[in-house]
Nanobody, 128 residues
Framework: QLQLVESGGGLVQPGGSLRLSCATSGFTLDYYAVGWFRQAPGKEREGVSCISGTGGSTHYADSVKGRFTISRDSAKNTVYLQMDSLKPEDTAIYYC?????????????????????WGKGTLVTVSS
């Protein structure tokens, strides 16, 4: 059974950092593109960052470029999202997602319909 389990969310002050983790099981991570999406109250779910099955390609939303870094550890079947210089507008539920490896990172991050599997999400709150 394929599972994606997020952790690492919480409350952080503006300018602070958090690292989200997505532990995967039930599938071979190398065969899937994996990404992070977020959904703020009253807004649609949007792609934040995606990484290819090989890890050679990444995509970032313009709003997080230079502040967030996605990475993957195939040995640990885990994908990470390092979030620095956090802003109040980064407040949202963050979801881990997986898509078949033939999906490009641009397509995956650009549309929720490209996602095959979802985690349940972890809440990130940026507030003073």
């Amino acid at each position: 059974q394929l599972q994606l389990v997020e952790s690492g969310g919480g409350l952080v002050q503006p300018g602070g950092s958090l690292r989200l983790s997505c532990a995967t099981s039930g599938f071979t991570l190398d065969y899937y593109a994996v990404g992070w999406f977020r959904q703020a109250p009253g807004k649609e779910r949007e792609g934040v960052s995606c990484i290819s099955g090989t890890g050679g390609s990444t995509h970032y939303a313009d709003s997080v470029k230079g502040r967030f870094t996605i990475s993957r550890d195939s040995a640990k079947n885990t994908v990470y999202l390092q979030m620095d210089s956090l802003k109040p507008e980064d407040t949202a539920i963050y979801y881990c997602a997986a898509a078949h490896f033939m999906t490009t990172v641009q397509n995956m991050c650009g549309s929720t319909s490209s996602v095959d599997y979802w985690g349940k999400g972890t809440l990130v709150t940026v507030s003073s």
